[in-house]
């Protein structure tokens, strides 16, 4: 079972930036993010195929948000920047380690979860 490790959450006023990182403990096809607002459902907010690179991002991130990974660290990041007060959430990185499939932005498709980090906008 591939464990997932996320940081890098914390607090910061809008107009800023925070990077979330997440360390797989094994060899995952594809990983991504996650978060999840108090009242609100787990929404997708990234998602990358870790063997070609290609990235998908939610419309509300598009243009702010960046994912990266560093493959001899089986690490990925969220660079986040001019962050919104709706961006307040907490983020959930999430992997499919199990087959070669990278979903849509649907929670019970992604097979491993990490336990979270707390991310808060500031107006």
């Known amino acids: 079972q591939v464990q997932l490790v996320e940081s890098g959450g914390g607090s910061v006023q809008a107009g800023g930036s925070l990077r979330l990182a997440c360390t797989a403990s094994?060899?995952?096809?594809?990983m991504g993010w996650f978060r999840q607002a108090p009242g609100k459902e787990r929404e997708g907010v990234v998602r990358?195929?870790?063997?070609?690179?290609?990235?998908f991002y939610a419309d509300s991130v598009e243009g702010r948000f960046s994912i990266s990974q560093d493959k001899a660290k089986n690490t990925v990041y969220l660079q986040m920047d001019s962050l919104k007060p709706e961006d307040t959430a907490m983020y959930y990185c999430?992997?499919?380690?199990?087959?070669?499939?990278?979903?849509?932005?649907?929670?019970?498709?992604?097979?491993?979860w990490g336990q979270g980090t707390q991310v808060t906008v500031s107006s």
């Open positions: 990358v195929i870790l063997g070609t690179g290609s990235t």
């Open positions: 999430a992997a499919v380690a199990d087959r070669p499939s990278c979903p849509p932005f649907i929670a019970r498709l992604f097979t491993n």
């Open positions: 094994g060899a995952a096809y594809c």
